[in-house]
């Protein structure tokens, strides 16, 4: 049963329109306008804070154009966001950084970045950045980050031009103390008017650059993923590709919005129609009025209606439909139709969690988790923008303990939840509790948005 919210989960908040480079595959609506001088100030940022805070919001990644050109509000927004406990990231090249910035950044509170790496090899990484001498600047930000107490990801986005450079850039990553890569399919920028043919990447060969990753992860360690889905039909085989599954469409699912540096409101960041202005229009009515359309599965391809993971995959990325096909309804170009879909995801892939739930292991819950109360169900924050939906008697079963501090077994919550109970686990909701030790439990799960346990078909919980 679709799940509709009062708000997003999470925001993506432009802080400025301003960047230092002008990579060829830039989503970025507004950059063949010019890169624009329009940011936002520390008293607009105050404004939005109060917003989010009163609509519930999770998460807000702090992005742009790029957020270090406008140094003091990215300081100041990740304070004041910490402060109204909104979890906090930001999206930045690294080009800009110096080792005081990082030391007040991570001072501030901020844990995590998000910069950009299209390649290992130099020439390729500045003819996809579009200038000379970005390797070297972002390889520089990169170690000053690491060095300066905050966690690291990269994203490389996939083109004809670094398809053979996966392996090769997350060796270079690893090397460098970045925790996690995403492989991200590039969408069609809606400002061109030409295709760019380096965009347009067959499914063999973006099949050929997911094994490379998997390949990368097993020989380095690091963690794989992707910032846009890919279709689960196209993936076929789930349990291979489980770190490309569970992110869907954050849009089509109700758990994101994206604002930009004017305050205008998207429901994706690819995307150039808006829908108000969120210092004009209450950001709950535009999320529940304007944008409904981006929840209510009408932009679902007709194709994927019927398919058991159809709420997982969210029928694909609707922008990608609408570059290649002009329409959001319209079929991602990667779909194959639920046939392709060969190995179901596993929530757990042995026996190890169930036996030990059946055996009175007991769990606690962490005071990190967040919880909003919904109409007949809760959402749950297990960290940052990772929040899946809850079922009401067990969100407020979990917010009892995690208030009373006291451990639980399976018979405390019900034996007819064991199976949710094991998906808690897994996803790093729950902590294993051990003669008076809570034993931090190691994710088992695609991060970022992950899995949305109650949208998973009853195979993905079967041994």
């Known amino acids: 049963m679709k799940r509709f919210f009062s708000a997003p989960t999470a925001v993506n908040l432009e802080l400025t329109e301003i960047c230092n480079i002008t990579c060829r595959h830039c989503y970025n609506f507004w950059r063949e306008d010019g890169m624009g001088s329009i940011s936002l100030d520390e008293e607009k940022m105050d404004r939005l804070v109060e917003k989010f805070r009163e609509a519930g919001i999770f998460h807000v990644i702090l992005s742009g154009g790029e957020p270090f050109s406008k140094f003091e509000v990215l300081e100041h927004a990740i304070g004041e966001l910490l402060r109204n406990n909104i979890s906090v990231s930001c999206n930045s090249n690294l080009m800009l950084t110096t080792e005081d910035r990082i030391k007040r950044l991570a001072t501030a509170g901020l844990e995590h970045i998000l910069t950009s790496l299209p390649s290992g090899d130099p020439a390729t990484c500045d003819h996809i950045m579009n200038q000379v001498g970005t390797f070297e600047k972002v390889v520089k930000g990169i170690k000053e980050t690491v060095a300066g107490g905050i966690r690291v990801s990269a994203n490389m986005v996939l083109m004809r031009s670094n398809l053979g450079q996966v392996y090769q850039t997350a060796e270079l990553l690893s090397q460098l103390g970045v925790q996690k890569l995403f492989f991200t399919r590039s969408v069609p920028p809606v400002y061109q008017s030409e295709p760019d043919a380096d965009l347009d990447v067959g499914p063999e060969e973006m099949k050929g650059a997911l094994d490379a990753a998997l390949q990368a992860k097993a020989d380095f360690g690091i963690q794989v993923g992707s910032l846009v889905s ?234």
């Open 230 to 463: 890919y279709p689960l039909c196209f993936l076929g085989d789930l349990e291979k590709y489980a770190d490309f599954v569970g992110r869907g469409c954050p849009s089509q699912s109700g758990h994101r919005m994206s604002i930009n540096a004017t305050g205008d409101i998207h429901a994706c960041v690819h995307e150039d129609e808006g829908y108000g202005n969120i210092f004009e229009s209450p950001l709950a009515e535009v999320y529940q009025t304007r944008m409904r359309k981006w929840h209510d599965q009408r932009f679902y391809y007709e194709g994927c209606r019927g398919c058991e993971y159809i709420e997982v995959c969210e029928s694909g990325c609707s922008m990608m439909a609408l570059g290649h096909y002009g329409g959001h309804k319209e079929k991602d170009p990667l779909f194959v139709g639920p046939q392709g879909i060969t190995r179901h995801f596993k929530v757990a892939g042995n026996t190890e969690i169930l036996d030990a739930i059946e055996s009175g292991t007991r769990f606690s819950v962490p005071k990190r988790l967040r919880f909003r109360k919904e109409d007949g169900f809760y959402l749950l924050s297990i960290r940052w923008a990772n929040v899946i939906t809850i079922p009401t008697a067990i969100a407020e079963f979990l917010i009892s303990r995690q208030h009373s501090g006291e451990s639980f077994i399976l018979e405390d919550i019900g034996k007819e939840h064991r199976d949710f109970l094991a998906g808690l686990f897994f996803k790093d909701a729950l902590e294993s509790y051990d003669e008076g030790e809570t034993i931090q439990t190691q994710p088992k799960s695609p991060t970022g948005l992950g899995v949305n346990l109650e949208n998973l078909p009853g195979a993905s919980f079967s041994i």
